[in-house]
């Protein structure tokens, strides 16, 4: 009884080095993921950006009721030219990028422009936030460009998460189709399918945009992108927008709001190559879907927008899509691997899976 009484009296043991080997592991697993985590905090820092160039664009549009989207990117263009291309310039071979590369930043630089146009313009038909919801379109581009040309396989949590992203896109579609604004604004679909073919052009845009600034200099980059943009948005400009920029009204706070818009979007273009470098442009999209939190804020404080329940479900679901995304991370496909082939592995991996076993 003793000896029974012994061991009965023996305290718990504490394992020191357990519980410390445990922290280990979480400080190696967070320094595994630290590029990760530096794209997702710079991807925030990006969503501040982009709710800030639509808040400028909407106010223009519901104070002033002036539209000018071209302008509005051809100062930031030729900023990004004359700041990057005199650095550029001092480089042996500056001639040789412009001789070997201009062909791809020409085609890159269209697609930019012709993607912030649209979106842009949209402001005058259609909300603030519908049109930060819909920018989750890009998500779905990117990722059928991305399997294609660069690669990448995504797997079934990945395909789920884009559907119920696209399903919240098509709840804020439906929403404005069968609401009014109550300035008039009639053509809410209108400005939501311009927004569409903008997000698709930042898609394909994007997807090219990851490949260079992987192969090439983001300097490089900035330069051309921006040397591009002038010269397409200043010909856009004369053409689109003559006539709008003669008859304005012109007041230092439009010039404060055209400026806040120009240093958004300068920034917000000198920032996106460094979340590219760091990681994809898959996961460049997911960050900006945050935006929508901070535009929710922007709509209630100074547009008085009243969010029905077609709203909130449409973020909702937007949301749980981009959060089942990324409980798991792509891989890279394996050089001798076609994409027919990784369409059937994929496939016949899922349908093995649900029982199917002749496939």
């Not at 991807?43 to 106010?59: A, H, I, N």
């Not at 919801?133 to 395909?159: T, W």
């Not at 960050?287 to 449409?314: A, H, N, R």
Request: with cysteine; net charge positive.
């Amino acid at each position: 009884r003793s000896h029974d009484r012994k061991y009965l009296n023996i305290k718990p043991i504490s394992f020191p080095m357990e519980e410390s080997r445990r922290k280990c592991d979480v400080a190696k697993y967070l320094l595994s993921k630290r590029r990760l985590l530096v794209a997702l905090l710079l991807g925030q820092c990006l969503s501040l950006l982009l709710c800030g160039t639509g808040t400028t664009s909407q106010l223009l549009e519901a104070w002033y009721h002036l539209s000018v989207p071209t302008t509005q990117v051809f100062v930031v263009y030729v900023l990004l030219a004359a700041i990057f291309g005199s650095a550029l310039a001092t480089r042996k071979d500056f001639l040789s990028i412009l001789r070997d590369n201009w062909w791809k930043y020409a085609i890159l630089g269209i697609l930019d422009v012709e993607g912030n146009y649209l979106v842009v313009l949209a402001y005058k038909y259609t909300t603030l936030t519908s049109i930060q919801l819909l920018d989750s379109f890009a998500i779905v581009g990117v990722m059928v460009l991305s399997f294609i040309f660069l690669r990448i396989r995504f797997h079934l949590v990945h395909l789920v998460g884009v559907a119920l992203a696209i399903v919240g896109m098509v709840v804020v579609f439906l929403a404005d189709l069968h609401s009014l604004r109550t300035d008039g604004g009639e053509h809410q679909w209108f400005g939501d399918l311009l927004c569409i073919a903008g997000v698709t052009f930042y898609a394909i845009g994007n997807v090219a945009q990851e490949f260079l600034v992987k192969n090439h200099s983001v300097v490089e980059y900035l330069c051309m992108i921006g040397l591009v943009g002038s010269v397409v948005t200043g010909i856009q400009m004369c053409v689109l927008e003559r006539v709008q920029l003669v008859n304005a009204e012109w007041n230092s706070y439009i010039g404060l709001l055209l400026g806040g818009f120009g240093a958004c979007l300068l920034l917000f273009y000198v920032i996106t190559p460094q979340v590219m470098r760091l990681s994809s442009a898959v996961v460049f999209n997911l960050s900006l879907i945050t935006s929508d939190f901070f535009t929710l804020i922007v709509g209630v404080l100074f547009f008085g927008f009243i969010f029905s329940y077609v709203y909130i479900i449409g973020m909702l679901l937007t949301v749980l899509g981009v959060a089942i995304y990324s409980t798991k991370s792509p891989t890279a496909a394996s050089p001798g691997d076609s994409c027919g082939c990784l369409v059937r592995r994929l496939f016949r991996k899922h349908a093995q899976r649900a029982g199917f076993l002749w496939v």
